[in-house]
């Protein structure tokens, strides 16, 4: 499976971004997919997910209300509408895929198997 994520950029506060990321060569019919960011010299950081069968999505804290994870199956693609943002959403981007698993390891990185190269998110103040 190939991630291929786009949709990143500068942008100011309180402004709007969107990402995409599409699948491509192996797919599969229940899996999870998600958004994850990094900080230079911070760890890797849970966004968002969805799990493609069904349409479960989940947000970390410091984003709902404000991102909105989506999916659309016919391009084997999950989006992320990032709106209000702020200084602190700044980060390299990464979407990710793996096998759904149980919920509760939807919000860990090491759980995902495949990675898309990142995309940087830029917002200033």
């Known amino acids: 499976v190939q991630l291929q994520a786009c949709g990143g950029g500068l942008v100011q506060a309180g402004g709007f971004l969107r990402l995409s990321c599409a699948a491509y060569?192996?797919?599969?019919?229940?899996?999870?997919m998600g958004w994850f960011r990094q900080e230079p010299g911070k760890e890797r950081e849970f966004v968002a997910a969805?799990?493609?069968?069904?349409?479960?999505?989940y947000y970390a804290d410091s984003v709902r209300g404000r991102f909105v994870i989506s999916r659309d199956k016919a391009r084997n693609t999950i989006y992320l509408q990032m709106n209000s943002l702020k200084p602190e959403d700044t980060a390299v981007y990464y979407c990710?895929?793996?096998?759904?698993?149980?919920?509760?390891?939807?919000?860990?990185?090491?759980?995902?198997?495949?990675w898309g190269q990142g995309t940087q998110v830029t917002v200033s103040s």
């Open positions: 990710a895929a793996k096998l759904s698993g149980i919920m509760s390891t939807i919000r860990l990185s090491d759980t995902y198997h495949y």
């Open positions: 969805v799990r493609w069968s069904g349409g479960s999505t």
């Open positions: 060569g192996r797919t599969f019919s229940s899996a999870d």
